[in-house]
């Protein structure tokens, strides 16, 4: 027998952000601005080589901690994002924002809408003691055009930096999430301004970095304008993403 259902009641919890896109990422003003530049600050000071790759041996392993998606959504519940200029509330609800804004303009990619809710979860490293996301610029071997790398190596060969980004694109990896390729590009590089929008690093890319650069560009625009003090109802929202994680990333995973 066949169950037929209304419709899906998350439909009418989307929120709908009122500022316009000037009011977004202002780095010149505001009340947050001395917690943000304390965090670029250290960001920038501590980034060299030998700290990327000690982090990778620290957390490669996947051995944090073991939980579903959803559990880690909920951590979320309890951070605050020390980089972020234009909100003051717990991240949790940035990516129930960020998943919705790209369910109303692409419906019928539901992979898609997931990555909106997975982009921040990597800042569960938080939750380890690690500092929200340099001496190498002083270092002849990483000071040129190319640095350490050869011309279109693609960005699959580049050391990022590390941060919420790289980790989550790891542990993806590491967890074999059944997402698309385009999924793991938004969240490996969707913090990597210099790169989709600045235009740089293109002498480091190969066809593919740039195949997949304008799904990253794409994505931008829900992380960055979809951040409204007007909260959606979570309970609603949840069991449509719950079946999502059960599609693409289920049960008890490492972290």
Request: charged share 25%; hydrophobic share 35%; glycine share 6%.
């Amino acid at each position: 027998m066949k169950v037929l259902m209304g419709p899906d009641p998350s439909q009418i919890y989307r929120p709908d952000g009122g500022k316009n896109k000037e009011d977004f990422r202002n780095y010149t003003s505001g009340p947050l601005l001395d917690r943000v530049y304390t965090t670029y600050k250290l960001m920038h000071t501590h980034q060299t080589v030998d700290f990327v790759r000690r982090k990778h041996e620290e957390f490669g392993a996947f051995s944090y901690k073991k939980m579903s998606v959803m559990e880690a959504v909920e951590l979320l519940d309890g951070l605050v994002d020390e980089s972020d200029p234009d909100v003051d509330f717990p991240n949790s609800f940035h990516a129930f924002q960020t998943a919705e804004g790209i369910r109303k303009a692409h419906p019928d990619k539901d992979w898609f809408h997931l990555v909106g809710l997975l982009h921040d979860l990597g800042k569960i490293l938080v939750m380890a003691g690690e500092p929200q996301d340099n001496p190498d610029t002083k270092d002849p071997r990483y000071c040129t055009d190319y640095g350490m790398y050869e011309p279109h190596c693609g960005l699959e060969n580049v050391l990022m930096s590390w941060g919420h980004d790289e980790y989550m694109y790891r542990m993806m990896k590491f967890n074999k999430f059944s997402l698309p390729p385009e999924a793991f590009y938004m969240i490996r590089f969707h913090s990597f301004y210099p790169w989709h929008t600045g235009g740089d690093y293109r002498h480091l890319c190969c066809p593919h970095d740039l195949s997949m650069l304008p799904w990253v560009q794409e994505f931008n625009k829900f992380d960055l304008y979809t951040k409204s003090e007007d909260l959606p109802d979570v309970s609603m929202l949840r069991p449509y993403y719950q079946g999502l994680i059960d599609k693409y990333c289920p049960g008890v995973l490492c972290w």
